[in-house]
């Protein structure tokens, strides 16, 4: 199970951290991702990371603003949102994925509930 937390309202040019614990699992044998979902559009990447931790990936719209990491020993992954824009307004989802590192949705198989992040103008 993946459990999602640290979303919330934040004015544009502020920060959050979300976290996710993961149980049940072989953590360190799981490349896990960040997602989010807008009202009325389709999921998208976020980040991703490796499996040790050492390869990241971003998508454009946040590179340079966001930071994902991992603690195996913690069984949790971070996204650290800087430099907020009212356009980060999303659901946020982590996701997990046997092996190896991906940016695609359907890559992942097990998901968080997500959370919510609201950016105001």
């Known amino acids: 199970q993946l459990q999602a937390s640290g979303g919330g309202l934040v004015q544009a040019g502020g920060s959050l951290r979300l976290s996710c614990a993961a149980s049940?699992?072989?953590?360190?044998?799981?490349?896990m991702g960040w997602f989010r979902q807008a009202p009325g559009k389709e999921r998208e990447f976020v980040a991703s990371i490796s499996r040790s931790g050492d390869s990241t990936y971003y998508s454009d719209s946040v590179k340079g603003r966001f930071t994902i990491s991992r603690d195996n020993a913690k069984n949790t992954v971070y996204l650290q949102m800087n430099s907020l824009k009212p356009e980060d307004t999303a659901v946020y989802y982590c996701a997990a994925r046997a092996l190896t590192i991906s940016t695609l949705v359907a890559a992942f198989d097990s998901w968080g509930q997500g959370t919510q992040v609201t950016v105001s103008s």
């Open positions: 049940g699992r072989t953590f360190s044998g799981y490349a």
